[in-house]
DNA sequence: GCCAACGTTGGC
DNA sequence: GCCAACGTTGGC
């Protein structure tokens, strides 16, 4: 029996990694690696699982807000760049029987028109409830509700 | 660029 | 095991 779809938000700098980075990547599928805070790898390791929603999240950078969305492609394996003494995200800690780091394979589901925005996301009741609308909080990795995937939808004025 | 909130580190 | 210092996140 299959187990229940879950809905996500995953945040990115665009810098670093954007809508169009995944749109343009080989099967339009990327790799969700640098994950460094334990409760979002816990989230990526023992919850995120094939075929689970995820929105994404423009962070730190304009413009700010809900990109676009992507489902799992492959459900948590541990993040190659936790071995790679070049990457930002080496982790000489981290062992290589129990790897510390976990990262998960997305593919773009779709781009929306136009980034909802923050300002658009707390103008509505549903949107303005989500994780990433309260100060303070940084999780990258965070859980949405069916609701609220299905409210940025109508913000997006796009069908999920 | 600022600064508040948060997580991690390290001395004790 | 506490907690102050420090580094990072992330909106503004």
Redesign the pocket.
Known sequence: MASKLRYWLF?S?PSAFSIDDLAASPEQTALWD?V????A?NFLRDDVALGDLVLF??????P?GVAGTMKIAKAGYPDPKQFDPSSKYFDA?SPADAPRWTGVDVRLIQKFPAVVS??QL?ADATCAAMM?????????IQPVTREEWLAVHKLAGVRP
């Open positions: 945040k700098e640098g460094r805070n334990y409760q790898r999240y423009n962070s730190r950078e304009e700010l800690k923050r300002e707390g990433v609308m309260k100060r303070g909080m940084r999780l990258s």
